[in-house]
């Protein structure tokens, strides 16, 4: 049985109500809701005795929180798939030419202050990212963008800790090659996640 517009209405305004925040989810739970109620009610059961089932021991909070983590397990995915694009990898590669040339002029005798340099750097893009996002409600409010926002940092961050010169430097590579890896593993991982995130607002933004 297809459910009116005023049924439709009615489960949105149940939503309104829940502790669902971003908006994408609560369009996914409004669907969930509604096909289950229409099954309810194809079983014989009236709409309101189909509402209150579904109400019945719903947790809308835990129901987020799942899909949340699963979208973040999938931006973190899409984020590494990016990083073997091939086009990618050739701009990330000159790029990384580029600034390595910088800290040659500028900071050849100093790894430590060139180390710095290269996450300080990282982490003010990703910054600035932050508070562009934040002049925008509808961003905010879209659980993919989000995730999406929230991998990146979370691979940048997990970045800067785990790859310390100090550390690498137990390779047994020279403090040179050390800092032109850890120059083109941080362009990339900032250009693919750049390009999922773009990919998510354009996608909100035309929907």
Known sequence: MKLSSQQITYIRSSLSQGGIYYSDIREELLDHRASAIEKDMNGGLSFEQAMRNQLKDFNE???????????????????FKKMLNFRILFKVLLMTLVIVGFMNLFAAQNPAYSETLIKVSMMIVITLLAILGLLSTRLLRNSQVMSAGNSLFLI????????????????????????HGMTFWFCLMLTAGFRVLATQITKVRTA
């Open 156 to 179: 940048g961050s997990l970045s800067q800790y785990f790859l310390r010169l100090e550390w690498l430097q137990s390779t047994g590579l020279s403090d040179q090659i050390l800092l």
């Open 61 to 79: 909070s835990k129901f987020q929180r799942e899909i949340l983590l699963h979208t973040h397990l999938g931006m973190v995915k899409s984020i």
